[in-house]
């Protein structure tokens, strides 16, 4: 079955960078638009980044342009979010999104979580 | 960009109908009919429950439907269960190319 687990999250200083990775499997990755979409404890969700697929354009919140880039590697079935320049209200629990039918998201990954804190 | 506008909480009584709206702008909901539903329980993983503003995917329940009238959609929930009880969270394309979803509203089942 179509499965994404993320990995990579973890406790960082504001102003210092974490990669996000993201494997996916189940179902042929490049042919998919993938997403980032984020949780910060007690909140709601929070969409950051798209890229298209197979290998094309991205588009992004603008709470994290010009800090955060997604990118993929189709020959790995692999996501990445490479987040520089992290602020403390980057805390949350990120989420790798398969980009579904119409702009639909589905399925979704169990999250990683990113603590940004000095 | 702002959030989509959703009630905080909504609540019914088992066997009741409740409908959680979902406001925008003619620059996202009014203007696209990519509009999606997500079910989050505690601790867990959102999971889609409507997508393209009224289609339900292969194993959600008839139960769920979805409607838009102007920039404001919709999700009903018909003869709630207890099981019913979550955070909803709806979403829609925008004319900016990205993606903004609402602030959730959590559904109590009395």
């Known amino acids: 079955q179509v499965q994404l687990v993320e990995s990579g999250g973890g406790v960082v200083q504001p102003g210092r960078s974490l990669r996000l990775s993201c494997a996916a499997s189940?179902?042929?990755?490049?042919?998919?638009?993938m997403h980032w979409v984020r949780q910060a404890p007690g909140k709601g969700l929070e969409w950051v980044a798209l890229?298209?697929?197979?290998?094309?354009?991205?588009d992004y919140a603008d709470s994290v342009k010009g800090r955060f880039t997604i990118s993929r590697d189709n020959s790995k079935n692999i996501l990445y979010l490479q987040m520089n320049s992290l602020r403390t209200d980057d805390t949350a629990l990120y989420y790798c999104?398969?980009?579904?039918?119409?702009?639909?998201?589905?399925?979704w990954g169990q999250g990683t979580l990113v603590t940004v804190s000095s | 960009q702002s959030a989509l506008t959703q009630p905080a909480s909504v609540s019914g009584s088992p066997g009741q109908s409740i409908t959680i709206s979902c406001t925008g702008t003619?620059?996202?909901?009014?203007?696209?009919?990519?509009v999606s539903w997500y079910q989050q329980h505690p601790g867990k993983a959102p999971k889609l429950m409507i997508l393209?503003?009224?289609n339900r995917p292969s194993g959600v329940s008839d139960r769920f439907s979805g409607s838009k009238s102007g920039n404001t959609a919709s999700l009903t929930i018909s003869g709630l269960q207890a099981e019913d009880e979550a955070d909803y969270y709806c979403?829609?394309?925008?004319?900016?190319?990205?993606?903004?979803f609402g602030g959730g509203t959590k559904v109590t089942v009395l």
């Open positions: 890229i298209a697929h197979p290998g094309g354009g991205s």
């Open positions: 393209e503003v009224t």
């Open positions: 979403s829609s394309f925008t004319s900016r190319g990205t993606w903004i």
């Open positions: 999104v398969r980009k579904y039918a119409s702009g639909s998201f589905d399925p």
């Open positions: 003619s620059s996202d909901v009014g203007d696209y009919n990519f």
């Open positions: 189940g179902f042929t990755f490049s042919g998919y638009g």
